[in-house]
């Protein structure tokens, strides 16, 4: 494992959805962009593959649920509702380089249950390349509420993997004999936390797993704090 400065870690002491999405559907089940004349059918697919790539889930409700059918591109617990953990689990299931925008407010956990890695339960479990942005960190406030870590970055697709966390406070993470209640890399791939607050994230325990109040970073891969 690679520790992380005490000046970067915590101790132990202690509305309705918006969305842009890429890939947009019509009935018929095609992207809208690829209606086009069947001479051009090199361009069906080109624009095709493109929508399919990425898509942008706009977070506005704090409630903590998850997504109702995670994979379908829309990021909705119930019809227009689109909150922090069910943008995550789409994320997951949706491929490319997609984009999380969480507005003001304070999104608090309340379902619990540890050890999953689906972001069902407990923390928020990180699969595939995606970029979570706050509106800053003193007005986007993600808190664990003590019932598990923050974020899980468990990669699906390693050699890809490519994490960002901006302008967001991530807080009251709490774990026992493991690391990174704020958050956890690791695996291979890439994090970036940019203007970001971790605060009051705590790990108790007596084995030597127990490290890394605000973020337990290992393997492979690398995390840049900015």
């Given amino acids: 494992r ?3 400065p005490d000046t970067l870690c915590d101790t132990a002491e202690p509305p309705p959805l918006s969305r842009i999405e890429a890939g947009r559907r019509l ?3 095609l992207p809208r962009r690829s209606v086009v004349r069947r001479s051009a059918l090199s ?6 593959a493109l929508d399919a790539s990425a898509a942008t889930f706009v977070v506005t409700n704090t409630t903590d649920a998850g997504d109702a059918t995670p994979g379908d591109g829309i990021c909705s617990w119930m019809t227009g509702i689109c909150t922090l953990r069910a943008a995550i689990q789409e994320s997951n299931a949706w491929p490319g380089a997609d984009v999380i925008q969480i507005a003001a407010g304070t999104y608090t956990f309340s379902i619990a249950g540890a050890g999953e890695d689906l ?3 407990g923390d928020l479990d990180i699969r595939d390349t995606v970029t979570i942005e706050g509106a800053s960190a003193t007005t986007t406030v993600i808190d664990a509420n003590a019932i598990d870590r923050v974020f899980d970055v468990q990669p699906m697709s390693a050699a890809t993997l490519s994490v960002a966390i901006r302008d967001v406070t991530i807080r009251e993470g709490a774990l026992t004999d493991t690391g990174g209640a704020g958050i956890r890399h690791d695996d291979e791939g890439t994090v970036t936390v940019e203007d970001a607050v971790l605060t009051e994230n705590h790990v108790s325990g007596t084995t030597s797993s127990a490290t890394g109040g605000a973020i337990d970073a290992g393997g492979t891969g690398s ?3 900015r």
């Fill in 2 to 4: 690679s520790p992380i």
């Fill in 43 to 48: 361009t069906v697919f080109l624009f095709a």
């Fill in 119 to 121: 972001a069902v339960t």
């Fill in 223 to 225: 995390l840049e704090l």
């Fill in 27 to 29: 009935p018929g089940g």
